[in-house]
């Protein structure tokens, strides 16, 4: 959520313009203000979170790849 809230996506931008970018960052923005991960209710608001980017087509496809190399690079023994 936080590297939806801060990342300019461009999947989000392709697929729900300025709009839709602002939208999802707005949505991403307010789950962890409104207590995060492991606080009560907080799989319904993900849920919710979801849903809404469902119906305005949106896929947060940049973060997600961002999240994924973000993993592995941690994960790299050195």
Do not use: C, Y
Request: aromatic share 8%.
């Amino acid at each position: 959520m936080r590297l939806i809230a801060k990342v300019t996506d461009t999947n989000l931008l392709h697929r729900g313009g300025p709009e839709g970018l602002h939208f999802a960052q707005e949505s991403a923005s307010s789950f962890p203000a409104a207590g995060d991960f492991g606080s009560p209710g907080w799989r319904r608001r993900a849920a919710d979170i979801h849903e809404a980017f469902v119906a305005r087509n949106l896929s947060p496809g940049g973060s997600a790849d961002l999240l994924a190399m973000a993993l592995f690079v941690d994960r790299i023994e050195l």
